[in-house]
């Protein structure tokens, strides 16, 4: 009858191999996960949607205030409008939480410049000045009444200062004496008037 022995000790190549593979095993079964589990937290961050480019959202129209003819939020002229997300865009939303959007959700709102109109029509002004510009009935109308006076005493100076008056009130060059703007139509012909400045005018200077 044969004597059973005890098995004979490994030898140290073998348990290194062995050990290699168990190592090797290890890190390929959970390495892709580890490393996804560590990119997750520190990943890209997701966009807000104040930040999506144009075409993928769509604002809508502000609510006009038919008496000023501008927007009925309009503060220290800034208003703002709804915008919404496209479809199937994933993005921060105003409150800072991150939203799948399907369309329908308002995504952020986005501030538009409006105007300061304290009741001055443009276009009442503009017939003042046009019909009854020799009296200085403009001039009273906007606020002018020592310019409105000197030109009813001399009949619109002459008649030349009523045509000055009615191209610069045409013009808007000449606004209420407040300092606010004409009501114009939202919708409307409007005069946007430009200017030349440091920033506008000279163009920035690359050195090598």
Not at 39 to 61: F, H, M
Not at 96 to 118: A, D, L, M, Q, W
Request: include cysteine.
């Amino acid at each position: 009858m044969a004597a059973l022995w005890p098995p004979a000790p490994a030898a140290p190549e073998a348990l290194a191999a062995q050990l290699l593979g168990v190592v090797w095993f290890v890190s390929a079964t959970t390495g892709s996960w580890g490393a996804a589990a560590i990119a997750s937290p520190g990943g890209e961050e997701t966009l807000k949607c104040e930040d999506l480019k144009v075409g993928q959202y769509i604002c809508k129209d502000p609510k006009i205030n038919d008496a000023t003819q501008e927007p009925v939020n309009c503060t220290n002229y800034t208003a703002h409008v709804l915008c919404f997300p496209a479809p199937n865009i994933t993005c921060k939303d105003f409150s800072g939480n991150e939203t799948h959007f399907t369309g329908n959700e308002v995504g952020f709102y986005k501030p538009i410049s409006c105007r300061n109109v304290n009741g001055y029509s443009y276009k009442v002004a503009v017939a003042l000045s046009l019909f009854l510009g020799w009296l200085g009935a403009d001039r009273f109308y906007l606020g002018y009444p020592a310019l409105g006076l000197l030109k009813f005493c001399t009949v619109g100076f002459c008649g030349i200062g009523s045509l000055i008056d009615f191209i610069l009130i045409s013009m808007q060059i000449v606004g209420p004496s407040d300092g606010s703007s004409y009501i114009i139509d939202y919708y409307g012909t409007r005069l946007t008037r430009l200017s030349i400045t440091n920033e506008t005018f000279r163009k920035t200077q690359f050195y090598p």
